[in-house]
């Protein structure tokens, strides 16, 4: 065996044809193109995955807040509301209601 021999078994020389050349280019792109799709459908979806876990976090986070507050404060603010009884105002307390809005919007110059 000669050296040439040993060596063309390692690497092997291929001859391309010149009406080969264009199919074999178009499919190496489209192998660039399949890993370049393959690596970007991977990235969308683990920003996908993780703003659903960032959602989940924050979801988990206000509903164990919402559980700690004492519930008994909505309780006592309805008992307040229903035992809060109407009363007409008099002419006195409409107009001194109405010269107090009207003095605070003169004071602020209407801002």
Same mark, same amino acid.
């Given at each position: 065996? &000669? /050296?040439?021999?040993s +060596?063309?078994a390692i690497?092997p $020389? $291929?001859?391309?044809s ?5 199919? *074999?280019e178009?499919?190496?792109n ?6 370049f799709?393959?690596?970007?459908? $991977?990235?969308?979806l683990s920003? *996908?995955? %993780?703003? =659903? ?9 206000a509903r164990?807040?919402?559980e700690s507050?004492? /519930?008994?404060n *909505?309780? +006592?603010? =309805? ?10 105002? %008099?002419? =006195? =307390?409409?107009q001194?209601?109405v010269? /107090? *809005?009207?003095? &605070?919007y003169q004071? %602020?110059?209407?801002k």
């Amino acid at each position: 065996m &000669n /050296s040439n021999d040993s +060596n063309s078994a390692i690497n092997p $020389v $291929v001859e391309i044809s010149k009406e080969d050349a264009p199919r *074999i280019e178009a499919a190496g792109n489209s192998l660039s193109k399949r890993k370049f799709i393959k690596k970007s459908v $991977v990235a969308c979806l683990s920003i *996908i995955f %993780t703003a =659903e876990a960032a959602r989940r976090v924050a979801l988990n986070a206000a509903r164990r807040e919402m559980e700690s507050l004492p /519930s008994n404060n *909505i309780g +006592n603010g =309805e008992k307040v509301l229903k035992n809060r009884k109407y009363v007409v105002m %008099t002419d =006195e =307390e409409k107009q001194a209601a109405v010269s /107090s *809005i009207i003095d &605070n919007y003169q004071r %602020t110059g209407g801002k």
